[in-house]
């Protein structure tokens, strides 16, 4: 990559700072920012982290709901080299405490949260801790004036990771996922193209930050330059306020979210006429502009993982063929491997493995991890598909059992760890059952250790208080023995014996 | 660029293979070839290519008219690391003897010219000559049948230069502009948003595709899996007729060859209907469909050269914005730089500058232009811009003089030196005067030696034989001396004393 290739964050801020010198970047309650305005809060951001000792390859930490300031501090830790990892901060104290202790952070931008309180004490003793607010606005004060130019200039190589996403909890705890620059403005440019994301794109950045879904719209809105409107988190009447207000084009919006939306807008009291968003109910039709780009007239489908930094096939490449998943972007290529990494023929299932500009450089701090994931130059997504006979693609499921409970992931093996730290507990296996409100919810499988006792709720207790509380078990069942398949359990096995079923892909 | 990342012409291919089992990719008169009808033939011809001796970085020329074994070899080059170019067939024998000399190709594959077998002999001693056709055909069919897995995963470094298209004679002599797949893909990239090339789109390819502005949209079409109609050249009735043939959803085409349709399609014996395209006339706009895409909508507008793959800025992404050129492609960025590398205030005219993954790799043979031109890590276009105060982009004009008669570049000093070449000629200048048909046209200001004597129609039957026939002067006048500033004309008192005028950008 010769410097007249390079195209970092930092890089694209700089056009925008010229081309838009006048455009609104950011809204944020009172917080409006021009384009100009966020990359000089970017450069004095980028200046303090820079004088506080933050050094290519270190880690800046954001935990708190969504706010502006992960867009600025992404694009600061951009300019110093630095990776920025928002995280769930609905997290227990336990899970927060694991992030601070496997990532690291050189600092830690905080919003008031009692987990994150008790979960301080593991963080390295010499992590900067900056409370958002009055704090983060001094620290950000403090970084030097140095000209925006010289700043992007002395930036990071763009194949460097920037963007840190915790996901797939294969062992039982998550991964943070690694993105380049590269790999994010390639994405965004797949984005682009499929939504059709034009000059004026205003985006409401109404779900978490630190899920893909709605960092990689905030990042594509940001590429092509057009504005961004934060809130803190999904409330249906500010979201319907916020649309109207901005004349936002999308939000990060799905079915329950809408019917949330609709509600809140029965009396047509907020006018959504300028949000270009998926047909949904005749109600929510008739309250927005129905859009046909390929992204909306799809209904959003494809396939996709925070390691391919958000789609890796879409719907809209294919619409109306055999595969729901659609086509890769144009920026990636796949290919359907077995186990010995032979390419499967067409019709019949293999691991989605996939190679090009939008994907991941590997988890942070897990070199075996990413050795596996990377095998032959391909990375393997972990999920299972199928190449239909007219070329589309379908997915048919994690290739570890993966449990989807309105619309959260949940990997068996996490919630699984987490039982096993009871103390009566011996053994223990989660599956999915059907549900009707959330498609599946888990159902554990639990042996006891010979002469302990616990009930069905002191079990379902105990897990809320290890992991996110919709990771835990609606139903518990006692059982002497976990059918295995190698070290693993016999999901298949358990599925027919205790009512599994509706997995992802079924 | 780790193998995960890899992207190359050859990936993109493979995935068609896969992708789009039954897709038509190609249409040249009797043939009709499949993705992975495509994918074999290229495997062969690569095959065949590295068999004959064609190693990493060796060049391969195409000297014919428009076929779709330009889009073959291109990509059979790809796969063994190899150049291709496909240069003009209509120039004189001495300007394709110049780039037999200055390409100094392995392999040329031609089309009966009389121009061609007279520059045969500048060409290497040992390049091996195909002739398009039988030939072509039976050197294809020599090649080795690899699996196509194997071929593509041998390929070159996607950063490798895989396309050199001559342009932009600085010193009088054409330089080969070299671009690998990683810009081919981006610039791919930027007109598949633009454009809103979706699923299912055709390009009728009936613009020479030795130049940027076909090539890109070929490659575009390519890059999205779409269907290429190729012609050998423009012809109205057979372009009509292939556009309702084939559903072509675009082709190459700007005023004078759309004003050619609409007179051949007077009678409506066409049916026009698929394509969809930029509002030309009323007649136009009745025969096909106005398309709203933003490169539809802006009429095509932006700013663009060979050198940073075709367009650097699009008038779509700044629509109603004070500068015609409209703002970079979301993978560029752009400085408007004085002569010390400075960037000059918005309102002030500067070189325009570039950097991002679309733009070429420096020419071919060109060590010292290459550095003058990629100075302080920036591409100097050798063009004229400015930034409005709205922040869109302003083409001003080109550093040098350029003069632009029916849609084609001249430059002086290729002409000048033509003129030079003349014995009774001791100096010429070039400027361009308004031409109510063709915007400019060229006209010599010529200095004869003492004594020595030449007409006007023996001066610019010399410039006619000496390089392409569009470029020779339409008119001739005798003078004294040539102004000069340093070394150059003096552009602007020739213009005023000679009637110069209607500069591109003026």
Known sequence: MSAVHRLTLGDVLAEHRRGRPAGAAVVDGDVRLTYPELDDRVARLAGALAAGGVRP???????????????????????????FCPANWRQTADEIAYVLTDLAPAVVVWEESEAVEKARGQAAPDARWIRSGEEYEAFLASGETSPPETAADAGADDDAPVLALYTAAFDGRPNAALLSHSALIAHSMSLLHMRQMEDGFTFLACGPLFHVGTMMFTLATFQIGGRLVFTPAYEPHEVCRLIEAERCTQAFLFGPMIDGLVQANADGRYDLGSLRFVSHSPEWDAMITVDDSPWCASKMGGYGQTEVGGMLTFLGLGMGGAGFAGRPSPLVHVRLLDADGNEVPPGEVGEICARGHSLFSGYWNRPELNAAKAAGGWHHTGDLGRREAD?????????????????????????????????????????????????????????????????????????????????????????????????????????????GGAYPGD
Chains 1, 2 share one sequence.
């Open 391 to 499: 070329g589309t693609l379908t997915f048919v499921g994690p290739k570890l059992r993966m449990i989807k409970s309105a619309n959260e992931n949940i990997y068996p093996a996490e919630v699984e760890r987490a039982l096993k730290t009871h103390p009566a507990v011996a053994d223990a296996a989660v599956i999915g059952v059907p549900d009707e409100r959330f498609g599946q919810s888990p159902k554990a499988v639990v042996v006891l250790r010979d002469g302990a006792e616990a009930t069905v709720e002191q079990i379902i207790e105990h897990v809320r208080g290890e992991i996110a509380s919709y990771k835990k078990p609606r139903e518990v069942v006692f059982t002497a023995e976990i059918p295995k398949r190698g070290y693993t359990p016999d999901y298949d096995a358990l599925d027919a014996e205790h009512g």
């Open 57 to 83: 390859g270190a880690r800046v930490l954001w935990l708190g709901q969504n706010s502006f300031r992960v867009l600025e501090l992404l694009l600061a830790c951009g300019r110093v080299g630095a990776v």
